[in-house]
């Protein structure tokens, strides 16, 4: 994630956030430990109850669209507006 102060990257392993100015040191932050075990936890308890995950399709599905459309406007260099109940990009 990209910001005014500068950018946050987020991992299973770590957390670095990087300040916007220029030489600025980066931060890292390690995690306590693997975070794809809670992944493999949260699936196989859904698995064995049937609870929704924290993670379901629906959410992965918004969650890479707005990166999807973050570079779709960078790569062709111009503001999109974008329907979310049709999921289409719409004239602007």
């Known amino acids: 994630m990209c910001g005014t102060e500068g950018r946050l990257l987020i991992t299973r392993a770590q957390f670095e956030f990087t300040p916007?100015?220029?030489g600025?040191?980066?931060e890292i932050v390690k995690s306590e430990h693997d975070q794809t075990i809670d992944h493999v936890e949260n699936f196989l308890d859904?698995?064995?109850t049937r609870k929704r995950p924290n993670g379901d399709v629906y959410i992965g599905h918004r969650s890479a669209q707005?990166?999807?459309l973050g570079n779709?406007?960078?790569l062709q260099k111009r503001r999109i507006k974008f329907d979310p109940v049709r999921e289409e990009i719409q004239p602007l």
């Open 20 to 22: 916007a100015e220029k």
């Open 72 to 74: 779709l406007a960078y």
């Open 66 to 68: 707005a990166s999807h």
């Open 24 to 26: 600025a040191q980066t």
């Open 46 to 48: 859904c698995v064995r």
